[in-house]
């Protein structure tokens, strides 16, 4: 099995940056080199949002419309690890954020079949 733990969240200020980590853990967790992973994010009163995905192999990134050109999304799949750097934060940002696995790219939370616990960013201005 595979779990996925994202860590990195917390309070910040607007204009500040954080950096979110997915690790996959467990004894399959070498297959998380396998799937495209994506960062997803929910506020209160919200559905849930597609930030950023990224293919197996790093080679294509997506985003969405509302944090491209802030945040990036990056993999090393030698630590089975996925990651959301996050710059230029603004009170928009505000929401619980989780890593999700998917066997392709997508920007549909459905499609994704595993998913982290999530982790709290609140900026503040």
């Known amino acids: 099995q595979v779990q996925l733990a994202e860590s990195g969240g917390g309070p910040v200020m607007a204009g500040g940056s954080l950096r979110l980590s997915c690790e996959a853990s467990?004894?399959?967790?070498?297959?998380?080199?396998?799937?495209?992973k994506g960062w997803f994010r929910q506020a209160p009163g919200k559905e849930r949002e597609f930030v950023a995905t990224?293919?197996?192999?790093?080679?294509?990134?997506y985003y969405g419309a509302s944090v491209k050109g802030r945040f990036t999304i990056s993999r090393d799949n030698s630590k089975n690890t996925v990651y959301l750097q996050m710059d230029n934060l603004k009170p928009e940002d505000t929401a619980i954020y989780y890593c999700?696995?998917?066997?392709?790219?997508?920007?549909?939370?459905?499609?994704?079949?595993?998913w982290g616990q999530g982790t709290q960013v609140t900026v503040s201005s």
């Open positions: 990224i293919s197996w192999s790093g080679g294509s990134t």
């Open positions: 999700a696995a998917s066997p392709s790219v997508s920007v549909v939370a459905a499609e994704y079949n595993l």
């Open positions: 467990g004894s399959t967790a070498s297959a998380f080199r396998t799937y495209a």
